[in-house]
């Protein structure tokens, strides 16, 4: 097991769980986790930094500070990361289908008129649902600020970047204060090397890692091509949803006008009906692009 600065698994080894263990962990999340995105990050570190024990807050912080720095739903691209890390590229699929599939479900229905769900979204039980979120985003920040920030110089970084993300309340202040806080601590913060089998792995090797990113740049800048020449509605429809996860920084509710300006002018769905959907994703446990246009 780490000690209290060690980083990457505990007790553990890379790729000891099963996909169909990642499943059932992610969908019981996604069966509870309301709250939005920063809520999401605090379930999954009392889950699977607490009580399963499959990485320690170090690395547990690092990937969540990677996945913030990266375009697209950060909460989403942790529990993926989470699920690779447990039980290869099958892990990381059966960790964004268990936490996206409720969420999925329920908007389907409210999608065909089963669920009144745009009233549920107004209720008192799915705000006393939210309100709780609150309770475990702040445990959670107790939690990471114990271990991650035992000195002044550590708790002096975490409160400045937090000012600095309040008062630039974008993606751009959340990228600043990330980077900001890289450099001061790359400069003047030491941290003993990790020992040898505590770092974190997810088993990707380094050519496999420049393929993925080269498909990355193809389809962004190869798929709206195609479909200008092509003329498809429904691979406009693909290039939009990609682009706005490549894009656009800060999680689901930025993504939301992107999302709303592919599917709305075009008359696939109706603003109307596209704010609709937008309400009753908030009374739904989960992540929240998957919902948002019904």
Known sequence: MSDDTGSGM?????????????????????LTSFGGPIAHLG????????RRQWLDDRSYSDLV???QFLPGPASSQVGMALGLGRAGWLGALAAWLGFT????????LFAFGVLGASGLAQSGAVHGLMVMAVAVVAQAVQ?????LCPDRLRAAIAIGAALLVLA??????????????GLI?????????????????????????AVLLAIFAVLLFGLPLVAALSGLPALSA?????????????????????LQATVVPPGWVGNDTFLAGYGAAQAVPGPLPPSSAP
């Not at 505990?10 to 019981?28: I, Q």
């Not at 599939?101 to 389907?108: E, F, N, T, V």
């Open 168 to 181: 630039l309340a974008s993606a751009f202040g959340q990228i600043l204060a990330i980077v900001l806080g």
């Open 185 to 209: 601590g790359w400069r003047w913060v030491s941290l003993p090397p990790p020992a040898a089998g505590e770092s974190a792995s997810y088993g990707v090797s380094r050519r496999v890692s």
């Open 43 to 50: 379930y999954f570190r009392s889950e699977f930094v607490e």
């Open 238 to 258: 693909i290039t939009g949803f990609y682009q706005a996860g490549a894009l656009v920084f800060g999680g689901g509710h930025v993504v939301l006008p992107l």
């Open 101 to 108: 599939l409720p969420s999925a479900i329920a908007l389907m």
């Open 65 to 67: 500070a990677l996945c």
């Open 10 to 30: 505990v007790g553990k080894t890379a790729r000891s769980g099963s996909a169909a263990e990642v499943f059932g962990a992610f969908l019981k999340l996604g």
């Open 143 to 147: 939690g990471m600020a114990r271990s």
